[in-house]
Every structure is written in C-alpha cells, then in structure tokens.
C-alpha cells in the first residue's frame, strides 16, 4: 500500500506517523510566561540533535481543532527558556494527566501532583521526581507551518543538567536499567525499558565488520538463518582462520549436522549466534558447501 500524505485527513496521517515512528522518548517540558506563571507538558516529538553544543529540539503542534499554539509555545515565544525532564515509570500517569488541556495560566504541576525544583540559570521550575532533567535556553523556534498539526521545532540548548546519583552505576555513568525510561508510542500504547526490553548489540564502530556482501552466496541465501543473524556474520572482521575451521569441524555435533545436510548445519550455526558465538557460528556454516 502506497499512500500520498496530501491526499489524507490530518487524523489519519497523525495515526500513521506517530504509530510508525515509535518508540518516542518524552520530553517533559516545563515554561514561564510573562508574568511567570508556570506550565508543564508533555512532549513525544522529542529527541537528542547534537552532543557539542549539547541540543534537545521537541515539537509543540498547533492545535488540530483550530490551528491555535499551545500554551507551551507561547510562553517560548514570551521567555525563550524551557527545562525538560525525561520520564520514568513511576512518573508516566501523573506526567499524562498533565497533557489535559487545562486552561492558560493553571500550572500542571500542582494538577498532576509533581513538585516543582527551582532552576540554576533558566526561570521555569523542573520536575524534581524526575532522575534527569536539562534547564535549557531556546536558540530558535522553527514554525513549520501555520494550520493545524504543523510542528514548531524548539531547538534548545543546554545550560545544566540535574542527575539523580540514585540512577548512576559504580563507574558513575547514567544506569539505562535504573531510568526506567518509558516511550509513547503510536494510540494510547506506551512501552517501558525494563531489563527484558533490553538487549545488546556490539558496536560495528570498534571493528570494520566484513559486510553482509562478503559472506558466501549459500549463507547469505540461508532460508534458515535471519536478517539479524546476517547482520551478526557480517559484523565479523574477517572469515575464520583454517585452524578454527578444523577444530570446529571435528566436532562431534557438527559432523552430525554434516551428515544431514546444509539446513541442519544452518540450525546449528543459529544456536552458536544466539549463544553469542558468533566467530564459530561462521566456522560452522563454511564447513557447507
Ligand atoms: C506522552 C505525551 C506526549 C505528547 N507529545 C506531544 C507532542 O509531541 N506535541 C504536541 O503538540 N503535543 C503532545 N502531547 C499533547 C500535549 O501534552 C497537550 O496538548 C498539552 O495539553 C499541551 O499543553 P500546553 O497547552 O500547556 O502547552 C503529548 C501528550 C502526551 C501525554
């Protein structure tokens, strides 16, 4: 299915592109206006653009209803400051009840129960039950257009940054499992980091991994072996050594899997790779054809 964004209702498109690019982190974006009253929202087009300058950019859209701005992008416009705290589990009910559209000037934090920490350099509070939050002063607001739905990128700097020690490990370095972080994804669904969420991959930066192009044409054309399995080999830096090629050949269920032909090798190489084993994996299928 082939679809023109043009031709579609901004319900629809708004389903698709919020449900396909997902998980979103969140940014909990606190502000001031003029008059320094405080607002706090919730925002999921949200990222990280650059490291140094360190810049967070999120995207407050006009209303759908009426195309009007948000209250969040208004104080922007009036105090180009903002802090944005990232949200943990235990946050995200409260952090949803404060998306209601409350009226202008009614500060979420008291609505949905979290307490405001004063700032070092920026004028909006933070959320002090987050475990990081980021005071940040605003470079530029990017409108991208005026109707309803368009986004307005708030490309913010930051000035400081607050870390709960709780969530650090004994290097000192943020804990991903202690964050607990949750995403929003597309609908009402969201998704939490908790440890069986997560798992690693080796980095392809720290070797020159051969590519999946290298490998011989009957593995890459495996009906057994998957696109992550592929994407494994191919991260090797080279083919394996003769040495390896015997010793693994000798094995025993090897052999066996020899006997019964490429499919059984290709089960058994699949084993080693869910093993992280990915070298003799390789080892195992180059004893095929
Ligand atoms: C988890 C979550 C993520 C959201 N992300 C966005 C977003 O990226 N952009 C947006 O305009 N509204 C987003 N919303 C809705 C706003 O939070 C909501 O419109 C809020 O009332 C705006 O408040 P304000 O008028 O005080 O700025 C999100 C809501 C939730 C619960």
Redesign the pocket.
């Known amino acids: 299915m082939t679809l023109d964004p043009q031709l579609l209702e901004t319900k629809e498109l708004y389903g698709i592109l919020s449900t396909a690019v997902a998980p979103r982190p969140?940014a909990f974006a606190s502000t001031v206006d003029g008059a320094g009253r405080v607002?706090l929202?919730?925002?999921?087009?949200?990222n990280v653009f650059s490291s140094v300058p360190p810049i967070l950019v999120?995207?407050?859209?006009r209303r759908g209803r009426d195309g009007s701005a948000?209250?969040?992008l208004n104080n922007i416009n009036e105090i180009a400051e903002v802090t944005i705290s990232v949200v943990n589990f235990d946050m995200v009910e409260q952090?949803?009840l404060a998306?209601?559209?409350y009226e202008t000037g009614v500060n979420?934090f008291d609505k949905a129960g979290f307490t405001e920490e004063a700032s070092e350099v920026v004028r909006p509070p933070r959320v002090k039950e987050s475990p990081v939050s980021f005071e940040c002063t605003v470079d530029q607001v990017i409108a991208l257009g005026d109707g309803g739905g368009a986004g307005n990128l708030v490309v913010a700097r930051v000035v400081r940054i607050h870390l709960d020690e709780g969530m650090l490990d004994e290097d000192g370095n943020l804990d991903t499992v202690k964050l607990d972080l949750v995403a929003?994804m597309g609908g009402s669904y969201y998704c939490r980091a908790t440890p069986d969420n997560l798992f690693e991959i080796p980095k392809p930066l720290r070797n020159l991994g051969m590519g999946v192009d290298q490998l011989p044409h009957h593995i890459r054309n495996s009906n057994i072996l998957t696109g992550n399995n592929l994407g494994r080999l191919g991260n090797l830096e080279k083919l394996p050594g003769g040495d390896l090629l015997k010793s693994v050949g000798e094995r025993e269920e090897v052999q066996q899997a020899l006997r019964e032909g490429d499919a059984a090798l290709h089960r058994l190489a699949r084993r080693y790779l869910e093993q992280d084993n990915s070298l003799e994996a390789l080892a195992v299928l180059l004893q095929g054809r």
């Open positions: 969140i607002n929202s919730p925002f999921s087009y949200f999120f995207s407050p859209i948000k209250d969040t952090t949803s998306s209601t559209e979420e929003r």
